[in-house]
């Protein structure tokens, strides 16, 4: 079965580098794969269902050994990070996709610059092509899976966009052309929005009119990327725009339960290996390494989809951090703002959330297995759950066999069904763990509704690290239902 989730190696290098004393992308080498506890080593329980992608940095050389101006977009490896793969360019990749291969991985992808290496720097999206179709030959023969295409000369260009994706289906047709829109790690905040966009997305006609031939011939799209402090709030307003797309699977990166929920493809970025750095903050997601494995426990139930009608509320909320000096000039010691509806519903009918305090973002979706997830979500990413404390009601216009459920902050949830229905057994699952117990007992079931105690039942919950919780309610009708 063709599958997108990917496990990449960017955030790992933003941490280990200032271990390292060298920059982000000097420290993806050899040694940083391979050694004891290196990148390949990462995932472990489910790194055969997930691809390995190696970010920005791969394919250039340690910047005191660089004499290009643009040394970008080479897709070669070189011997001062790699010496022990020799050969021809494309034996070279076969030989390191190998190694990479050997750890378990369900495949290997590259991050891809959008312009030529060198003299071609400066070619045309025109002459490019030849360019790209030995860079695509080169892939094929190393079996190298997915082309995470990010920014360069030709990021935001549509006609090279359309080139190269048009390219690989007809060199290498197997290969996963992800796209994107570059941009800044909030929504807005670009000079020249349109005011009655600005903190929105998308935030004027260009972007969108951007978006929406590019989604028309990509396979995958990326939302981008964000900052930790508002990663929910601005990932979920980019996706209550792309969603709609009816082409492209959408890949909303290191959110994994949002991801999961709303049937997206996930760019994991967090690894445990990283909480073992005194550099790595405390509010990381990589002190949240656990919804990973539950968010990819739930995809052997729920892929990822394009299509289907998404439901947004009329409520918006708008979220607001104070930075400090950041790497986006966007952000650095600025008050940052972002919109974002505070509820989200695909394929299936919006929630209902009576707030007990403060209201967190709530989503849900009924995928195309007839599986059902929804969650909650903080508005900033280092506040405490306790403020979120919310009762949550959905309707769904079908039996479904699963219920998934992601959060820390519902206290109970009323499932409404259409008709009415009798039933046999209820497991509680816990994703993290893989524990189960019966719950029937101690659900309310009436007017065609599921009254559930949901922290209660959870409250025994152990966290070995930051994650929240994740449970799937396994449900067994009886047949005359």
């Keep these: 079965m063709k599958t997108y989730d990917y496990y990449c190696t960017w955030q790992a290098q933003n941490i280990f580098c200032q271990e390292k004393g060298v920059s982000n992308r000097d420290y993806l080498d050899e040694e940083a794969l391979f050694k004891k506890n290196g990148l390949a080593e990462a995932f472990l329980e489910c790194r055969k269902d997930l691809y390995f992608i190696l970010d920005d940095g791969w394919d250039v050389y340690y910047s005191q050994n660089e004499r290009e101006p643009y040394p970008f977009a080479s897709h070669e490896i070189k011997k001062d990070r790699f010496p022990h793969f020799k050969g021809k360019p494309e034996e070279r990749l076969k030989k390191l996709v190998d190694k990479i291969m050997s750890y378990g991985w369900k495949g290997v992808g590259i991050w891809v610059c959008a312009q030529g290496y060198q003299k071609a720097y400066t070619y045309s999206v025109k002459r490019l092509k030849a360019y790209f179709k030995k860079r695509l030959e080169w892939s094929k023969y190393a079996r190298i899976v997915y082309w995470k295409v990010d920014w360069g000369v030709y990021g935001n260009d549509f006609s090279f966009r359309k080139m190269l994706t048009n390219l690989a289906k007809e060199i290498y047709p197997e290969l996963i052309i992800e796209n994107t829109l570059c941009m800044s790690p909030v929504n807005g905040m670009n000079a020249g929005e349109e005011e009655n966009r600005k903190y929105q997305f998308p935030w004027n006609q260009q972007t969108k009119n951007y978006m929406d031939k590019v989604c028309q011939l990509s396979e995958v799209f990326r939302s981008y990327d964000v900052t930790e402090e508002l990663s929910s709030t601005t990932t979920l307003a980019r996706l209550c725009y792309l969603l709609k797309q009816k082409h492209s699977i959408i890949n909303c990166e290191d959110e994994v339960y949002m991801g999961a929920i709303l049937g997206c493809s996930l760019g994991i970025e967090r690894n445990i290996q990283c909480t073992l750095s005194k550099i790595t903050p405390q509010s990381s997601f990589h002190y949240r390494y656990n919804e990973a494995i539950a968010a990819m426990r739930y995809r ?29 000039e966007n952000v650095s010691n600025q008050l940052v703002k972002q919109k974002c509806p505070a509820r989200v519903a695909r394929n299936t009918s919006l929630p209902k959330v009576h707030p007990i305090q403060k209201v967190p973002y709530v989503v849900c979706c009924k995928d195309l297995n007839h599986h059902y997830a929804l969650g909650t979500f903080k508005r900033l990413n280092h506040e405490k759950d306790e403020i979120y404390a919310v009762d ?44 189960q117990k019966d719950i029937t007992s101690q659900i309310q079931m009436k007017n065609h509704c599921l009254w559930i105690p949901y922290a209660m039942l959870t409250k025994e919950f152990i966290g070995e690290d930051d994650s929240t919780k994740a449970y799937l309610l396994e449900i067994t009708y009886e047949k005359n239902s």
Excluded: C, M
């Excluded at 289907?308 to 950041?326: A, M, Q």
């Excluded at 902050?409 to 069904?417: G, P, Y």
């Design 300 to 328: 052997t139930l729920s892929q990822p989809f394009v299509g289907t009608k998404l439901h947004l509320s009329k409520e918006i909320f708008t979220d607001e951090v104070l930075f400090g000096p950041y790497w986006s």
């Design 392 to 435: 949550v009601h959905v309707q769904i216009d079908e039996f479904v066999s699963h219920i998934a459920i992601f959060s820390n902050h519902i206290r109970h949830l009323k499932v409404q069904f259409e008709n009415d229905f009798k039933i046999q057994r209820i497991n509680l699952i816990d994703l993290i763990h893989l524990t």
